[in-house]
């Protein structure tokens, strides 16, 4: 069935250094990808969504990168802040039908001081 | 605009018990979906309701039910409580499911003891 996974669980970064974080995906019918950010206690946050016709698309301090070609995305984040501390999750927007999310597994980001 | 609000916050009940938990979407989104989140199976979809129709349903025991009130407002409902059931209930709101981002509540955070 449809799956995204993320290759790493947890990712320790210095602060002020650029963070990558990657994702798979198995449907390569899948046309839009997701990043969401999830602090403790919180719901996840939309952070920026990129289509199958683009490579790359940037916002602030974030850009995505989409491989079609061996289904890999990341999201790369610029001058990591402590306030990146969180859980980020790629999601398949639309092959779960009905344009339903199916999430990856998440990958946490520690920011060291 | 406000953003997902889902009420209660926080719920303790015991097992054989039921619960219901309230979304209200962003004003002018009529679509919500509820998903379930855990950290052994990560956020999975349990349904979408669109004009007070179920859209889509995710596998999850038929315990799990939901509505949608003439005003979006979506409640979500578990009969009959099993341990397994405590986890984070996550609400997310569109315009309408052909609007692929969606927006995400804080969640309802379950305890079944």
């Known amino acids: 069935g449809e799956s995204v996974g993320l290759h790493l669980p947890t990712l320790s970064v210095q602060e002020g250094d650029n963070s990558i974080i990657n994702c798979a995906y198995s449907?390569?019918?899948?046309?839009?990808f997701i990043w969401y950010k999830q602090e403790s206690g919180k719901g996840p946050q939309f952070i920026i969504d990129i289509r199958s016709n683009m490579d790359k698309r940037q916002g602030q301090r974030v850009t995505v990168l989409l491989n079609k070609t061996v289904k890999h995305l990341s999201l790369q984040i610029a001058a990591t802040q402590p306030g990146d501390s969180a859980v980020y999750f790629c999601a398949d927007g639309n092959s779960g039908g009905y344009n339903k999310l199916i999430f990856g597994a998440g990958t946490r980001l520690a920011v060291h001081p | 605009k406000a953003g997902v609000t889902q009420t209660p916050r926080y719920l303790i009940k015991t097992r054989g018990q039921q619960v219901t938990l309230s979304c209200s979407p962003i004003?002018?989104?009529?679509?919500v979906s509820w998903y379930q989140q855990t950290p052994g199976q990560g956020l999975q979809f349990l349904f979408e309701?669109?004009?007070?129709?179920?859209?889509n349903k995710g596998n999850f025991p038929g315990r799990f039910s939901g509505r949608q009130f003439s005003n979006s407002r979506s409640e979500m409902n578990v009969s009959t409580l099993e341990l397994g059931d405590s986890a984070l209930y996550l609400c997310?709101?569109?315009?309408?499911?052909?609007?692929?981002?969606?927006?995400f509540g804080p969640g309802t955070r379950l305890l079944v003891l």
């Open positions: 004003s002018g989104h009529r679509s």
């Open positions: 997310a709101s569109r315009s309408n499911p052909d609007q692929e981002t969606q927006y």
């Open positions: 309701y669109f004009s007070e129709t179920q859209r």
């Open positions: 449907n390569s019918a899948s046309d839009y």
